[in-house]
């Protein structure tokens, strides 16, 4: 069976999980890559690379900046004339907005937020969590084709092999453009909690240390410095809860929880953070959870496997100290 696998990137820059979903595709057989834009040379023969058996390309002007008009009109366009049973996407803002365009046109579903994927024949069934993560649904889509939303890192990455390549099937853009783009913005771009093997978050604890002798908004600069180069030295990003982002310690980006950014790093560290529901939510995926927080009782601890009793000020930087020895830093 060809399972098609829509390679999302912004501005050349490939979404970690779309490898993840081509990789699921090959699992179920041939995998054939979809990639949109202009000047996708590179992404093309990184696609071959990760394990794409075939590529559609559209490398087209129309296409140089993300409009989901003209991306999904041309995916549409290729679906309509290839038939497939399948096409699996990484869930991304962008990748919600074309495939629920797409599968307009072609009459079709989408199934989201998928975690787990069980396959008979051509179909498949689709695990997905419902009521804030509280229990699990198995869902499939009738129609054809099926758009399948893959979770970030719910699925192994395959395996690169450089120099691996083929020849990329050329397609045209299709559609037009009803919106123009007047230019780009981004201020957090370095946050990438979807796609961080480890995250290293604050709440409301960051910001109480009287001891410190600071107010507030001082002691949670202080803080975050303490849970950026943790994260930093392990690799991973800072993430933090709605408490602090409201409070403006921590822009919006950096935001863990039902209302923020669900995430399923193999290592999250919980510093300071009580342990709302509303947070426990996004994290319900993490592999490892390490909670350090100076109530016992906090709810927490539990979520996580291991915790901590005490103060993030004075655990925080013996932890980073500890791992610098472990790593040689």
Request: charged share 20%; net charge negative.
């Amino acid at each position: 069976m060809k399972t098609y696998v829509y390679l999302d990137h912004f501005r050349g820059e490939v979404v970690p999980a779309a490898w993840e979903a081509l990789g699921v595709a090959k699992s179920f057989g041939e995998a054939v890559g979809l990639v949109f834009g202009s000047g996708v040379a590179e992404i093309v023969g990184q696609a071959f690379e990760y394990g794409a058996d075939e590529i559609i390309v559209a490398d087209d002007a129309a296409l140089v900046d993300f409009r989901p008009e003209t991306y999904a009109s041309t995916l549409s366009a290729v679906l309509a004339e290839d038939a497939p049973a399948l096409i699996l996407l990484p869930a991304t803002t962008r990748t919600r907005e074309v495939a629920a365009m797409s599968a307009i046109d072609l009459q079709s579903g989408v199934l989201t937020d998928v975690g787990a994927l069980e396959f008979d024949g051509e179909q498949v069934s689709a695990i997905r969590p419902i009521y804030e993560g509280k229990l699990f649904e198995k869902t499939i889509c009738a129609a054809r084709p099926q758009f399948v939303l893959l979770r970030a890192r719910a699925f192994p990455r395959p395996a690169r092999v450089p120099g691996r390549s083929g020849t990329p099937r050329q397609v045209s853009a299709a559609g037009k453009a009803l919106t123009t783009v007047a230019g780009y913005a981004a201020s957090e771009s370095s946050v990438s909690l979807a796609d961080a093997g480890v995250i290293v978050a604050g709440g409301r604890g960051v910001s109480n240390a009287p001891a410190l002798g600071l107010d507030e908004a001082a002691t949670a600069q202080k803080g975050f410095e303490l849970l950026g180069e943790l994260a930093g030295l392990l690799g991973g990003a800072v993430g933090a809860s709605r408490a602090v982002v409201d409070a403006g310690y921590i822009p919006y980006a950096h935001q863990v929880g039902q209302t923020g950014k669900v995430v399923a790093p193999d290592l999250y560290i919980a510093a300071g953070i009580s342990g709302a529901i509303q947070h426990v939510v996004g994290i319900r995926s993490a592999k490892l959870v390490v909670a350090i927080n100076k109530d016992a009782e906090a709810p927490i601890f539990q979520a996580a496997r291991f915790g901590v009793v005490g103060d993030l000020f004075t655990i925080l930087p013996a932890l980073t100290a500890a791992f610098k020895q472990k790593l040689g830093k």
